[in-house]
């Protein structure tokens, strides 16, 4: 058995023993997809991007099919769960009535919290997960306050900021920065002790080794990490919208609600999740253009 033989059956390819170099690329090509798929199950295994494309559309369209299915056939209160042709009516008709504004408004809230607790945290997190005097003083108190639910200070906010845009970004940056700064401290010490051992035996001193060393191999974890960490922050306006405001997709919910507007409810939530799906592939998009070098897959 070659080694590229071993390394495909590590990755879960299907080329066979025998096979070298153009010759593994002419078998793949001939393999089936339901070949690849099966020995994309390996464990680190690599599926290639058009089945994965594939895999991917499929389970929406089974989430979409089991829909229908349960709303064609009334499995449960026609007022509790609309057909997807009611939710896409109501849709057409709150994008005719301004619902993109109420989008704006969400987006612009998330953003501008998350970006000013991003701003806060990435240094502070890098420190923390370099040096051990700084950890000791941030860490445990970061700690304390991650497990602290910032929906419960939406009260406290609305006394002492009003319920305007800033008490909003305030709850973002509140669920976010003590996320951020824990998890980003954790991708600086996620940096193996022999690189950074290996970069002193080739010259490199204490006050290079976290720039020229740990940061550029940590960014792609810090990238996912932002990645990971702004989904939350979502989950942090819709209640700071449902409490207290005059527009967002979270007023909006509210809204629907008190109409027992059952359709408009779905179209809310499907456009958080349309949003989120956008960000988050743009997201993992970004940080294979920057380090292409990386070896994790998402």
Avoid: C
């Avoid at 680190?44 to 056939?73: D, E, P, Q, Y």
């Avoid at 057909?83 to 989008?103: K, N, Q, S």
């Avoid at 990971?228 to 919910?253: K, M, N, R």
Wanted: proline letters at 5%.
């Amino acid at each position: 058995m070659t080694v590229s033989s071993v390394r495909a059956r590590r990755l879960g390819r299907t080329y066979p023993a025998s096979s070298t170099g153009p010759e593994e690329k002419e078998d793949t090509m001939g393999t089936s997809f339901l070949e690849r798929l099966r020995g994309a199950f390996t464990p680190k295994g690599i599926i290639s991007t058009r089945a994965g494309l594939v895999v991917s559309v499929t389970s929406f369209a089974i989430l979409l099919a089991g829909w229908w299915f349960i709303t064609a056939r009334e499995l449960v209160n026609p007022m509790f769960v609309p057909t997807p042709a009611e939710t896409a009516h109501a849709a057409v008709d709150m994008f005719r009535r301004g619902f993109v504004e109420d989008i704006w408004a969400t987006v612009y809230r998330v953003m501008a919290g998350f970006l000013i607790a991003t701003a806060v945290a990435l240094p502070l997190g890098i420190f923390v997960g370099t040096y051990a005097p700084v950890s000791s003083f941030v860490q445990p108190m970061f700690s304390f306050i991650r497990y602290m639910p910032a929906s419960a200070f939406i009260p406290l906010f609305i006394f002492w900021i009003g319920i305007g845009e800033e008490e909003k970004i305030a709850i973002i940056i509140l669920g976010s920065l003590p996320q951020l700064v824990l998890m980003i401290a954790n991708n600086i010490r996620s940096v193996t002790l022999p690189l950074i051992e290996a970069s002193y035996t080739l010259g490199t001193n204490q006050a290079n080794v976290l720039w020229k060393i740990i940061l550029p191999r940590a960014w792609p974890d810090i990238v996912d990490t932002l990645r990971i960490v702004l989904g939350w922050a979502w989950t942090y306006v819709i209640v700071a919208e449902i409490v207290g405001a005059s527009s967002g997709i979270g007023y909006t919910i509210l809204q629907s609600q008190r109409s027992v507007a059952v359709d408009q409810i779905f179209v809310s939530i499907l456009t958080l999740g349309l949003i989120g799906l956008i960000v988050d592939y743009a997201l993992i998009f970004l940080n294979r253009m920057l380090f292409p070098w990386n070896e994790r897959r998402h």
